[in-house]
Each structure stands twice: as C-alpha cells, then as structure tokens.
C-alpha cells in the first residue's frame, strides 16, 4: 500500500475514505489492505477512485481526528454543558463559553 506512514495502522481511515468516494451499488474487493490488490466490477455504473484520491481523503480525515478526538474527550458532558449555560445566564457570567474556548484553543483545527 503506497499510502501516507501516517495512514500505517489507521486502516479505518482508508475505509472511511473509500465509502465517502465509491457510490453505494458498486461491487469490489480489497486484499490485504493492498491498494495493488483492488479488483472492480466491470459492470460498476461508476469508476473506480485513484489510490490517491483515497489516501488524500484518509489523510484528510485523520488530520482532522488529531483535534477533534482530543476534543471530544475534553469536552464536559451535556448535561454539565447545559448547567452552565443555565448558571451563565443567572448570574451573567461566561462559565460555558470560557471552558469551550479553553479546549478549542488547546486543540486547534489543523
């Protein structure tokens, strides 16, 4: 497989890619992660993607997971999302805001 180290081990990046690129009814197989290895139906109403047309959406992707993933697990839960801004909006504070833009800023956008 010809794609990007950082794709090495993240084989679900590939997947995702795959599935957003190859419209749902077309019929292929993949081996062993080896893009070398796909076979297409040649009865397939649409081309198959490039292999790096589906590296570049994979890296794409996981780029995108090296903030949002940290992210996530920061973020308070909802209910506690919610208690602030509730509290914010009584005592006019910024409570809720604050701590958001806390961990946006921690973890920004690629």
Known sequence: M???ENLVGHQHYVA?????LIPKGNIYTLRNDDWSS???????PDSCPTEA????LAEELRVKDDYRLPR?????????????????QVNSTNTFK???AAIK??????
């Open 2 to 4: 010809a794609f990007n």
């Open 16 to 20: 995702k890619a795959m599935a957003q």
């Open 38 to 44: 796909i076979e297409w139906d040649e009865n397939n």
């Open 53 to 56: 047309e589906v590296a570049t």
């Open 72 to 88: 996530k697990k920061e973020y308070p839960n909802i209910k506690d999302q919610l208690d602030m801004i509730y509290h914010d």
């Open 98 to 100: 604050d701590a958001i």
């Open 105 to 110: 800023t921690k973890y920004p956008k690629g």
